[in-house]
């Protein structure tokens, strides 16, 4: 028995005549079924290819022996936890934790604030020298991390600042603030110049104009510069390895290094270790996402 779809009909006034009705228009603009299954395709293909280094970390991160990534078949057979304890409990990771967070923490708010003055000044005030300065900003990322090392180790050893946290935070605010002062300053240019007037009008001076008013507005715009500010401190290891000399300063991304050596690697330990690190940023970016996409999309809504 076969059945068939009759297209629905409508009757003609004064006729009496069915006439089919016509079919719905697509919009411009709008795929038709088969383009939509292909662009869904690719979505879903394009996103199990940037989450498959993530899994594959995780599944090897389960297996027993250091060797395992050569057999990841094995690992399905004994899959176990104990990367994790051997990680948490045997290692010196909670010391590591602590100095990572330390030194992101206080490199996300002095960057952040840094950023914050410098892009509102360039974008309210017109002082001289506010384009030579924000191309100078500019122009200090174009330099490797390959060249920087030598002379600011040099500095660092002079000013009795190597192999201490706070010559860490100085290099890793000269690394987030030329982007984020760079990213805010064209925030602030999307706020209106007449917050900042009906702030004079009510008495406020320069500073709590910024502070008060520009800031809360902001928020956006500083979730992103205090996101990116953080992984950058979070990750880095060149400068980090370098300038750090004591095992007991180690961040988390020198910590995993300790793993590798001339003549063994741990893979198993350190992938473990991958994992774990990668949850606190993980957790960071769950909290702050709303704001994230709300501060990279704004400079384009806003007039």
């Not at 004064?14 to 395709?41: C, F, N, T, V, Y």
């Not at 027993?64 to 057979?77: F, N």
């Not at 914050?116 to 506010?130: E, K, L, N, Q």
């Not at 953080?230 to 300063?249: H, P, R």
């Amino acid at each position: 028995m076969s059945t068939t779809t009759e297209r629905p009909t409508i009757t003609v006034p004064g006729s009496g005549i069915p006439k089919a009705r016509p079919a719905k228009a697509r919009r411009r603009g709008e795929l038709s079924p088969l383009g939509k299954a292909l662009s869904h395709g690719a979505l879903i293909l394009a996103s199990l290819i940037a989450l498959f280094p993530v899994l594959w970390i995780v599944f090897i991160s389960l297996g027993p022996d250091k060797t395992d990534y050569l057999h990841p078949g094995a690992i399905l057979d004994k899959m176990t936890t104990s990367n994790y304890s051997t990680v948490l409990f045997d290692t010196d990771f909670f010391t590591w934790f602590g100095n990572a967070a330390l030194v992101s923490g206080v490199t996300t708010v002095v960057g952040v604030l840094i950023a914050a003055t410098t892009g509102y000044a360039v974008s309210r005030m017109r002082f001289p020298g506010h384009r030579p300065l924000m191309w100078s900003l500019l122009v200090t990322q174009m330099f490797p991390i390959a060249v920087l090392i030598v002379p600011m180790y040099t500095i660092l050893s002079t000013l009795g600042l190597l192999d201490s946290y706070l010559g860490l935070i100085l290099v890793y605010s000269t690394t987030t603030v030329p982007y984020c002062a760079w990213l805010l300053k064209g925030y602030f240019d999307t706020i209106p110049v007449e917050i900042d007037e009906a702030g004079r009008v009510d008495g406020l001076n320069p500073f709590g104009t910024f502070w008060r008013l520009v800031l809360p507005l902001a928020r956006p715009g500083l979730a992103v510069a205090a996101f990116y500010s953080f992984l950058t401190a979070w990750a880095e290891v060149a400068f980090a390895s370098t300038f750090m000399l004591s095992s007991d300063k180690y961040t988390l991304a020198v910590g995993l290094q300790t793993f590798v050596s001339e003549h063994d690697a741990q893979w198993n330990l350190m992938a473990a270790t991958a994992v774990l690190i990668a949850i606190p940023s993980s957790l960071l970016f769950y909290l702050v996402q709303r704001h994230l996409v709300t501060g990279l999309t704004a400079g384009a809504s806003k007039s």
